[in-house]
């Protein structure tokens, strides 16, 4: 027996096999390309939708942080108004502590007195960045004045906290007077 005699068969039954397994393949992968395409594309719908959503979320909370900030400004602003006219009220009533001693001294404490009258009234009035500006201003133009100032109102802010809480001693006598309940 040759080589010759011996024969294989490869006649239309396999051809149209393999033609037919082709034509499968590519219909699966047609099909998994599509499902692949569809997937991604619910994909990238969900995620959007997502993306939307957080931010939406991120600028409602933005929203209520800014108004919350705006509002301690605000309320700050006032605050520090108020106690600069404090300040203000304590430098006139000191100036009529020198008016007989030393008059021209008593001028000037009391031209102090209105000008601090007049910036109390400018932050009430004022918008936070316009007496942040006018802040900056005057610290480039006149940097002594503007730590001076500092310096003066640090001191004038210390006095006030030590005046407002009572005193160790104070506490202590207050303690000393109360009797003890049982």
């Given at each position: 027996m040759t080589i010759s005699d011996t024969s294989f068969d490869n006649g239309?039954?396999?051809?149209?096999?393999?033609?037919?397994?082709?034509?499968?393949?590519?219909?699966?992968a047609s099909d998994l390309k599509q499902t692949a395409s569809t997937v991604a594309d619910s994909v990238t719908s969900a995620a959007t939708q997502e993306?939307?959503?957080?931010?939406?979320a991120a600028k409602d909370?933005?929203?209520?942080?800014?108004?919350k900030v705006k509002s301690t400004v605000s309320e700050q602003k006032i605050a520090g108004a108020e106690?600069?006219?404090k300040v203000a009220r304590a430098i006139h009533r000191a100036a009529g502590e020198f008016e007989n001693d030393v008059p021209q001294?008593?001028?000037?404490?009391?031209?102090?007195?209105?000008?601090l009258s007049t910036v109390a009234k400018a932050v009430r009035q004022r918008d936070v960045r316009e007496l942040i500006t006018?802040?900056?201003?005057?610290?480039?133009?006149?940097?002594?004045?503007?730590f001076?100032?500092?310096?003066?109102?640090?001191?004038?802010?210390?006095?006030?906290?030590?005046?407002?809480?009572?005193?160790?001693?104070?506490?202590?006598?207050?303690?000393?007077?109360?009797?003890?309940?049982?």
């Open positions: 239309p039954a396999r051809g149209d096999t393999n033609a037919g397994l082709a034509e499968q393949a590519r219909q699966v993306a939307d959503e957080i931010a939406n909370i933005l929203t209520d942080t800014t108004e106690y600069l006219d001294a008593a001028r000037y404490i009391r031209r102090a007195g209105s000008e006018e802040v900056e201003d005057v610290a480039r133009r006149q940097p002594a004045l503007f001076g100032s500092a310096l003066i109102l640090g001191f004038a802010a210390l006095r006030f906290l030590k005046s407002s809480t009572p005193s160790s001693a104070q506490i202590t006598a207050d303690r000393i007077r109360t009797p003890a309940q049982s």
